[in-house]
């Protein structure tokens, strides 16, 4: 699990981690910086997370045909700030996942020792184990891949793995090549891309997955990060990834493996506390000394500081994501997820209450909706008789909307509610709309075409406006589909705005990101918020008039 706190919650004997951390300090040297060439030592951070990684469970049997069996964890995904030691650690886990004692070999008795000369290395180096503390051993043949988002990527573990190999006793019988290292019994070190498919066919062992956050549908890294976790999987084998933290808008393979509810991933992330505002320069500086506490070779005061200071004048997204350690978007990004789920407040909202309505329809593709907004301004999705969130995605229902239930969703909403007033976005369902003009009257269900730019973007600021600004009184229900396809949501400005210009006060519209995530009830949101600004306007009703509720 994410945890501040470094203190372990198991026995420590029931890990391969403090063998393995003391086989790489032995076996590996710092490749540069302030401590280039002195071993390679594990402390906060990095021990914590590799005592995890090889944590194995109280109960393991010894079974050499059940490789993951006795290990708690399937994988582990690391999130950290820039230059806070994670590629060197991703090195020498690559390390002793190739070449050192990675795998259960049974619980010590007393008096068992690992020997480095029993596996083909002259360093002379011995482990003796404590009694009823898990014992490792190397894999016959390890074959581990190195994914990353380009090719120069690749090298921000490759080139140290090499420099760790070159220095230490691995030199003996690990031998560095072009395009791949050499490990004994024919195994192989292998640096991945994206554009390098052809060789995911190779039966990988283990694989460390570097800048995660970057792995994203749209430049199909995720697919073959992906490709190549399916493969290692049916070899038995684990995988690590490491990030910065990643933009919320992409989601990414970092950002999908924290969402995961799956209890066999490791996840670290320390994150800075949330009172401190990155805004803020003593707040900033704060921020710094706590995510790089761990990591000595970094002097965040004269170092981090100074750079930060000057970037968060042009991008503080970025600033704040690579420095502070914290997950926040990038400039394209429409609305603040930290600013949309703090107004998550979810209450009941009785049959017969005063609201507006906005419907945002597609037939095969985009998803469709509702959203309600009571006079107070909670705004939630309306559910229908059995409970489902009145959103459906053609994908889920055979490609298509199931305009029936669609139309049924409405007049339940009519039938239990006070709908004072209804924004509907009318392609592909002008005849519905047409329909429920006539029933429920035209001054009520009126028909709000979300292709106006002028009109469009200003219920886009409207909503914005009430979601970031301190004394607003908006909240809503924390509806997971809404809250994902807000995040998703980006601007887009005219053609003849360029980047880099000052795009305050613009006009603008929302757009895809591209990479098949959805924004559709992002719509109904700002349908619904304008229709309640309008209403606020021209006056609410102060009773239910001629309402009925009809179970």
Known sequence: MATDDLALDFDPLHTLGFLGTDWIEVHCRVPGGVYDGEPLTFNGWQLFCTVNHYRITADAILDPRRLLAPFVYRRSVVVGPQKCGKSPWGAGMVLLEAVGPSLFAGWAEGGEVYRCADHGCGCGWEYEYQPGEAMGVPRRKSLVGLLAYAESQTQ????????????????????????????????????????ARSKLGQPLTGGLGDESGLYTESNGVLDTWQTMRRGIAAMQGRTIELTNPWDPTENSAAQQAFASKQSDIFKYYRKPPEDLDYAKKRDRQKIHLHVYADSP??????????????LVETDPGQAERFFGNRVVQTLGSWCPMDAWAARKAPQDVPAGTAVVVGFDGSDVDDWTGFRCETREGYQFTPRLPDGRPMIWNPAATSGQVPRLEVRAGMAHIFATYNVVR??????????????????????????????????????????????????????HDGCETTAAHIAAARRKYAASVKPGMD??????????????????MAIPSILAHEAHGDMTAAGWPETAENFAYFI
């Open 297 to 310: 070779w970094v002097d965040p005061p004269n170092a981090i500081d100074p750079e930060a200071d000057e």
């Open 156 to 195: 921000n573990v490759y080139e140290p793995l090499q420099t760790m190999i070159h220095s230490g006793p691995l030199a003996a019988f690990v031998k560095p090549l072009e395009g791949f290292i050499r490990t004994p019994n024919r195994g192989k070190i292998v640096p991945l891309t994206a554009a």
């Open 503 to 520: 795009r305050a006060g613009l006009r603008y519209g929302l757009t895809k990101p591209g990479d098949g995530r959805k924004i559709d």
């Open 422 to 475: 209804a924004y509907l976005d009318p392609p592909y369902w002008e005849s519905e709309c047409d329909a429920w003009a006539e029933e429920f009257g035209e001054d009520r269900v009126i028909r709000w075409y979300t292709r106006r730019p002028t009109q469009m973007h200003e219920a886009i600021e409207r909503l914005l406006t009430d979601v970031v600004k301190v004394e607003s009184t908006f909240a």
